[in-house]
Structures are given as structure tokens and as C-alpha cells.
């Protein structure tokens, strides 16, 4: 069992204020796995006072101290390797391949492009009689959700390091035992007490008190664009940064080519991962109408390949992370049928022989209209629309046909039109044919949220620009 009902502030483990004991679950077997404590504003109040102590030596720390720093945490994450892909397998649902693959590997890579951007970022700039200096921002609250929990911690956690800012971090409470023993590992690494801080809790009793809070100088979000509004509303008496990574309802433009049938098939099971819980998921697939016949054919095939099941055993795809997402996946799936999409693959209902657990059948639905619900609405579960389009403009305008802006992808052989029609999708993120980097920028357009992370753009969300001028030209 895990048993982490304490909070780390200042630099150790601490009670909370108020006692508020509840249990996690593990999602493929439906039983308490451990429990945490919900922390109250009491608690947030004493992560913000230790951090705008330590702020005031941490922000001049130099460039060899954050980096030595950075180096030791990275040794004590390939210690818990083991230990962090069985959490995240515990209590999200993460088949142990994945966890211990995508999931660990790309907490340690952010934090080893951290460390390779600090080499050489450029903190002052001399323009003429003017010396511009990047500062860092002062106490960040962060907010982190549960589906790729580990990658949404390093994404903040680190650039926020290494720009010589302090935190307090909230994951979320249903994945919380992974951001636990991250702040083991920070300890361990010397993390000098009050610079990070890690108070556990849910929205309105520790989300609120963060996003409000007068001694917090910026808030870094990443869940539903739900939650993101009423985040900023509450931050906006403050006037606090917001950085926000929302929703997203991405599209993925299958060109009329040689690779369409590999373009469909890699869609649709890229689609799958992580059970559909994904923000930047290709959940809205465009092909022509000529070929739709050919694309469900192909994505049955792909998606009868996906198999759900035990997270310790051989499946392709875990459980959804609760009972409250499987109730809402089923209900979009029902909505489908009711408003005239074809059921494909899939359907609603648990997979044969798992009863217990919140599995979810890999789904596909064609002959989707952009009007559809399921063609609106970010599912956050295996499930896949496809969608027929007449030519390559009215594919741009079916993509760009949604509150949602995070990213969107291009499948086909052609990469020069691939280019020339990503030029004109509006949102944060165009991968061809799966491409990936962890140095490009991470945000969205639109309801997909602000600001961006991943590599040196990251950087730049946490700091703040002074001018001094009038210096020897």
C-alpha cells in the first residue's frame, strides 16, 4: 500500500492541517491501493510562505549551482526508475511496458533537455546602452493532471528550476503517487528546502487556493479547458501569470496516397495509446470520401490488434483512469450510435472477460460529420472518428472547424504538402507522419490554452524581462 499522508514543504514531510484521509484507486482492479491527505488553503498558505523564503536566495543562484543540481536529480530519477513506472502503472492504468517506457523515459528527457538548454541560455542581452536580463518569475503554483502525470510535472518542474524560480506543485489527486516519490527524489538530490513543495489535494480545496493566492506570481495548468477557465477567472483579481495546456480535439489528415492504407492503420492505433487519454490524440480522422470504404476496413483491422487488459500482464491498453471517465466515454460512445455514426470497431461496454476494471472496447466510428458530438467533444478515451472530406481545403477547414487548437497531425507520403497544409491548421502543433521532438514547442491555440512548454520556449514562460538602460553604449 502507499501511504503518503503527508505534504512536503519546507523541505520535509509535514501533516497537513487539517486531517483529510481519502484512498487512491488502483483503475483495473477497482481497489484502494493506498492513500493520501486533501490539503485545505492552511496548507497552501505554508508551501507559498516556505517558498517566497527560499526565493529570495534561490533567484540568485547561479547557472553552476542549478545545473549540479538538475545532474543530481537525474541520477536519483534512474534510481527510482523501477519505482515510478510501478506508480504510474498502479494508479493510472498504464500498462507496465508503457509506463516504464514512454512514461518514465520522457519524465528523464525533459530534464535532460533542461539541462542542455541551461548550458546555453541566454540570461542578459546587451543592446546597446541597454541590458536586457531574463529574472525569473518569482513562487509558481502548479497544477498537473493525471494521465500523463510524470511528463506534465517535468514539463514545469524543471524549466522553473533551472530559471531560478520556487513552487508549489498539486498533481492531481487521483495520480498522486508518482509526484510523491518525485519529491522524494528532490530530496534526496538536495533540493534546498522551500525551492519545491508539494502539497496534495483536489480543485476547489488546493486548486483554488493556489490560482487565488497573493503570493504566487505565475500558475502553470495543465488539465480541461473547464478547469482552465475558472483557474484564469479566479487568478485574474491577482493579475498573476496564467500558463494553461488545455483540451484537445486534434485532427489527422490522411493524404489520398500510396501510404494510405499505413496512414490509416498507424492513425488509428496511435490513437489508442494510453487509452485514448492523450491531449494532443489524432481523435478526428479526415479521408476522402472516395476511400472511406478502404479506411474502415483497415481501421477495424487496427483497432481489433489493440487489446485491452491487466496492466502487468501483455495488453496493448490498460483501463480508463476512474469510474467518472468510463461513464462519460460510454456516454459519448452512445451518442455516436444515436446521431448516425457507423459503429466500426468496438461499441459500448466493457471488453469480454474484464468485468472488473474501467476498460474500455477500442472504438471506431466513420461516416462522422463535424456536427456530431463525437466529432466535437474530447472523448479522453479510445475512441476514434473518421471523417470524410472532398478535397485538401475542405480537409483545412474540417480541421480548423473546432474550439480546440493544441495539435494536429498530417499522414502521407508528401511532406512538401504536408508542410503547405500545416501552414494553414490553427493550432500549436503539426506532426507529419508521427514526427515528435522534445525541443518543440508544447501549447494550443484557441480553448486548447496559452503560453508553452518543452525545451527553451519552456524557459521563456518563466521569466520575467527587465531593461536597464542608460549604460556605456
Excluded at 497552501?44 to 538538475?70: G, I, N, Y
Excluded at 506543485?169 to 518525485?182: G, T
Excluded at 496534495?200 to 500558475?219: K, L
Amino acid at each position: 500500500m502507499y501511504e503518503y499522508t503527508q505534504f512536503y514543504i519546507d523541505g520535509r514531510w509535514v501533516d497537513p492541517v487539517t486531517p483529510n484521509t481519502v484512498e487512491v484507486e488502483n483503475p483495473a482492479t477497482e481497489q484502494a491501493i493506498g492513500h493520501i491527505s486533501l490539503g485545505s488553503a492552511a496548507d497552501v498558505d505554508a508551501a507559498v510562505a516556505a517558498a517566497r523564503r527560499a526565493f529570495e536566495s534561490w533567484q540568485f543562484s547561479t547557472r553552476d549551482e542549478r545545473l549540479d543540481l538538475l545532474k543530481a536529480i537525474a541520477a536519483g530519477i534512474e534510481k527510482r526508475r523501477e519505482d515510478l513506472a510501478k506508480a504510474v502503472s498502479d494508479e493510472m492504468g498504464a500498462p507496465m511496458a508503457l509506463a516504464s517506457g514512454a512514461h518514465v523515459n520522457l519524465f528523464a528527457g525533459h530534464l535532460q533537455t533542461a539541462i542542455k538548454v541551461l548550458e546555453g541560455f541566454a540570461f542578459e542581452k546587451r543592446d546597446g546602452a541597454t541590458l536586457h536580463i531574463l529574472e525569473p518569475i518569482g513562487v509558481v503554483g502548479m497544477i498537473t493532471p493525471w494521465n500523463w502525470p510524470l511528463n506534465q510535472i517535468a514539463c514545469k518542474v524543471f524549466p522553473a528550476l533551472a530559471t531560478g524560480n520556487t513552487m508549489i506543485l498539486k498533481p492531481s489527486e487521483i495520480a498522486p503517487v508518482n509526484a510523491a516519490i518525485v519529491a522524494e527524489i528532490m530530496h534526496e538530490a538536495g533540493v534546498p528546502a522551500g525551492v519545491f513543495n508539494l502539497v496534495n489535494g483536489d480543485g476547489p480545496g488546493v486548486g483554488t487556493a493556489i490560482s487565488g493566492h497573493p503570493d504566487i506570481d505565475m500558475v502553470s495548468f495543465t488539465g480541461s479547458t473547464r478547469a482552465g477557465i475558472a483557474i484564469a477567472a479566479n487568478a485574474a483579481g491577482t493579475v498573476k501569470r496564467v500558463a494553461q495546456e488545455l483540451g484537445g480535439k486534434s485532427p489527422n489528415i490522411i493524404l489520398d496516397d500510396g501510404a494510405f492504407a499505413r496512414s490509416v492503420a498507424k492513425g488509428t492505433t496511435g490513437m489508442m495509446g494510453n487509452s485514448g487519454q492523450t491531449c494532443t490524440a489524432p481523435s478526428r480522422m479526415l479521408v476522402p470520401h472516395a476511400r472511406m470504404e478502404e479506411a474502415k476496413r483497415v481501421a477495424r483491422e487496427a483497432a481489433e490488434s489493440v487489446i485491452p487488459g491487466d496492466p502487468k500482464g501483455n495488453a496493448t491498453i490498460g483501463p480508463v483512469v476512474s469510474k467518472a471517465q468510463w461513464d462519460k466515454i460510454q456516454g459519448l460512445i452512445e451518442k455516436g450510435i444515436e446521431e448516425g455514426a457507423t459503429l466500426v470497431a468496438g461499441g459500448p461496454g466493457k471488453p469480454e472477460g474484464l468485468e472488473t476494471g474501467h476498460y474500455v472496447k477500442p472504438t471506431v466510428f466513420a461516416d462522422v460529420t463535424n456536427d456530431m458530438t463525437i466529432a466535437r467533444e474530447e472523448i479522453f478515451g479510445p475512441v476514434l472518428a473518421i471523417l470524410g472530406y472532398a478535397d485538401e481545403d475542405e480537409a483545412v477547414r474540417i480541421a480548423n472547424d473546432t474550439e480546440y487548437g493544441l495539435a494536429s497531425h498530417i499522414s502521407g507520403e508528401d511532406t512538401e504538402k504536408a508542410l503547405a497544409l500545416g501552414r494553414r491548421i490553427r493550432a500549436g502543433r503539426v506532426a507529419i507522419n508521427g514526427g515528435y521532438d522534445m525541443n518543440a514547442a508544447f501549447g494550443g491555440y484557441k480553448k486548447s490554452g496559452n503560453g508553452r512548454e518543452w525545451g527553451e520556449f519552456g524557459f521563456h514562460e518563466f521569466v520575467e524581462i527587465k531593461a536597464v538602460m542608460g549604460l556605456p553604449a
